[in-house]
């Protein structure tokens, strides 16, 4: 029974903490994504150049 009386509060402080929460805009929200995915496009092409020329070290020490 203890359980679940902890479980209930649990939820009702989560809901009462959510209702404090300030949410973004959705012009803020498309700016933000925007740049998160150019931020992952640039570090996976750095990423995939320098796999590529650390292959190419290893082939050629190999």
Not at 14 to 43: N, Q
Not at 46 to 53: A, K, M, R
């Amino acid at each position: 029974m203890n359980l679940i009386k902890a479980s209930l509060q649990f939820f009702r402080d989560s809901y009462y903490e959510l209702a404090k929460v300030t949410w973004l805009g959705k012009k803020e929200v498309v700016g933000t994504t925007a740049v998160v995915i150019v931020f992952v496009i640039i570090m996976s092409i750095f990423v995939s150049i320098v796999d590529l020329l650390l292959g190419l070290v290893v082939n050629i020490i190999l």
